[in-house]
T-cell receptor
């Protein structure tokens, strides 16, 4: 059973454009993590969101947790080629994480 | 500080052979996770340990897969016999106190011919 749905699956944009990717579930998260995975590497944690309605910013990245804690979004402003990678959301329960299938982002120079 | 270390980085083997993947977690971390990543199935949790004890192995695909953690600084994932459908990237990750942040190794790319 896929607990986390991410969309879009693939996204290809030009440098300087803005974009938003989404992570949705039918059940409530206690917390949600966003990871970025670059080709040939393991995922690296970007942020953890815990509170419904929470917004966190990491430079050009803005993460939002839905009020009902069932969904989250990641918005990137003025994307750069270095943002290219696989963006994964994950939920943790009792130390164990379940990952979505991810959004593969390509930013063309 | 060294991150999670995995070896080998690449492994090519023939069907039926035994494969052993190795992982050294970050010192002081008490949770260790083994994942498999494929295009078709994404990132799947295979098994995880807490204080060297296996807690949940429900993701291990079948009896051909086994994992051990003989001490806090070393874990292995073994596939015997290997099959072409086992081809994937295998990641090891560790965390402290079962917290939300997991630190991943660079992965082992396994190809079974």
């Amino acid at each position: 059973t896929q607990l986390l749905e991410q969309s879009p699956q693939f996204l290809s944009i030009q440098e300087g454009e803005n974009l938003t990717v989404y992570c949705n579930s039918s059940s409530v998260f206690s917390s949600l993590q966003w990871y970025r995975q670059e080709p040939g590497e393991g995922p690296v944690l970007l942020v953890t969101v815990v509170t419904g309605g929470e917004v966190k910013k990491l430079k050009r990245l803005t993460f939002q947790f839905g009020d009902a804690r069932k969904d989250s979004s990641l918005h990137i402003t003025a994307a750069q080629p270095g943002d290219t990678g696989l963006y994964l959301c994950a939920r943790s329960t009792a130390g164990k994480s379940t990952f979505g299938d991810g959004t593969t982002l390509t930013v063309k120079p | 500080d060294a991150g999670v270390i995995q070896s080998p980085r690449h492994e090519v083997t023939e069907m039926g052979q035994e494969v052993t993947l190795r992982c050294k977690p970050i010192s002081g971390h008490d949770y260790l996770f083994w994942y498999r990543q494929t295009m078709m199935r994404g990132l799947e949790l295979l098994i995880y340990f807490n204080n060297n004890v296996p807690i949940d192995d429900s993701g291990m695909p079948e009896d051909r897969f086994s994992a051990k953690m003989p001490n806090a600084s070393f874990s292995t994932l073994k596939i015997q016999p290997s099959e072409p459908r086992d081809s994937a990237v295998y990641f090891c990750a560790s965390s402290a106190g079962g917290g939300n942040e997991q630190f991943f190794g660079p992965g082992t790319r396994l190809t079974v011919l």
